[in-house]
């Protein structure tokens, strides 16, 4: 089970703690609330996460999908 996957470049993504879920669960626009669990996990801010490259938040949602896997539980 893979509890955290290096994004080059960007950081270490790590699955949200309860303190972030909650802050995610406050969110009322969708799509920065989808953004947050990225960013979050990075240890970003959603502004944060907007403003990296489109290559670096291509390759943090490909890492971000690994870490939220069904195969990887």
């Known amino acids: ?6 994004v080059e470049d960007v950081g270490i993504l790590r699955p ?4 972030q879920i ?3 669960r406050k969110i009322h626009d969708k799509d920065n609330a989808q ?14 996460f907007k403003m990296l490259s489109a290559e670096r938040q ?6 971000f999908k690994r870490l939220t896997s069904p195969a990887n539980i």
């Open 1 to 6: 089970m893979i509890r955290e996957i290096e």
């Open 58 to 63: 291509c390759a943090a949602w490909e890492a």
């Open 35 to 48: 953004i947050a669990w990225m960013a979050f996990g990075l240890g970003m801010t959603v502004k944060q």
């Open 16 to 19: 949200c703690n309860e303190w």
């Open 22 to 24: 909650a802050r995610i």
